[in-house]
């Protein structure tokens, strides 16, 4: 009897131990999808806010009155290469996020 009751209870604990080792993969895994999906939406925002930056720059520059003709200038030869510049690295920023978050599954 007590080699049965040392065996019951061997297996108990290999299974708790299992169990335990299975749940905290679990939450590593999810903690880990959590902060590299935070990583990449915090590089999309950078990614963002430095092209709209660098074209306010450009029309202060200019000289352009408002953001409306700021808006229109962003079609004049002089400020395509920025414009095309920031659409890309956008599209392709969030071509990449929404990619990732479908692979990951959040």
Do not use: H
């Amino acid at each position: 009897m007590p080699l049965f009751a040392t065996l019951v209870a061997a297996c108990i604990n290999g299974l708790t131990v299992f169990y335990g080792s299975v749940m905290a993969a679990n939450q590593a895994m999810a903690w880990a999808r959590r902060t590299f999906i935070l990583a990449l939406m915090t590089a999309f925002f950078v990614a963002v806010k430095v092209c709209v930056s660098s074209l306010l720059a450009q029309a202060s520059t200019v000289g352009l009155p408002s953001k409306f003709l700021m808006g229109l200038g962003m079609f004049i030869p002089n400020n395509a290469a920025a414009v095309l510049a920031c659409m890309g690295s956008v599209w392709l920023a969030s071509v990449m996020v929404r990619l990732k978050i479908d692979g990951l599954r959040w």
